[in-house]
């Protein structure tokens, strides 16, 4: 008998460390935006440097939520910041990287349209 594990679709998350983010077997030291259809850098690495144009550049890409990772530890972003993406009807929970990667890595596989956005203060190479 052949057993199979089913990949869920799209860009999921192998592993998480302090080093970053293991997709596809790349590691990925700097912050992301990740969904099944994409993945970018992404320029803020904590959530001081978060602004409107980041909010608006999530709220494009069109997902029914979006996970913050905020880095080690949770950090909520000033609340005008969140409710430009609940303008737009879309769902946004904030949580430190590591719960920000289980929960998007879940919510991937039930093939929900779900967006991370993962700050990290990694350098890059």
């Known amino acids: 008998m052949h057993i199979s594990l ?3 679709a799209g860009n999921t998350i192998q592993s998480y460390s302090d080093a970053g983010i293991v997709i596809d077997g790349r590691l990925i030291r700097v912050s992301v935006i990740v969904s099944a259809e994409c993945l970018e850098e992404w320029t803020p690495t904590q959530v001081s440097e978060l602004d409107a144009t980041h ?10 939520i979006v996970i913050l990772g905020t880095g080690q530890q949770q950090v909520f ?9 609940q303008r737009h009807g879309i ?3 904030v949580m430190a990287n590591d719960a920000a990667v289980r929960t998007y890595d879940v919510l991937l596989s039930e093939q929900r349209n779900v ?8 350098t890059r190479l």
């Open 6 to 8: 089913d990949k869920a």
């Open 91 to 93: 769902g946004v929970e």
């Open 77 to 85: 972003p000033p609340p005008a910041l969140l409710v430009e993406l």
């Open 55 to 64: 909010m608006a550049q999530l709220a494009a890409r069109r997902p029914d």
């Open 115 to 122: 967006l991370l956005a993962l700050l990290q203060e990694t």
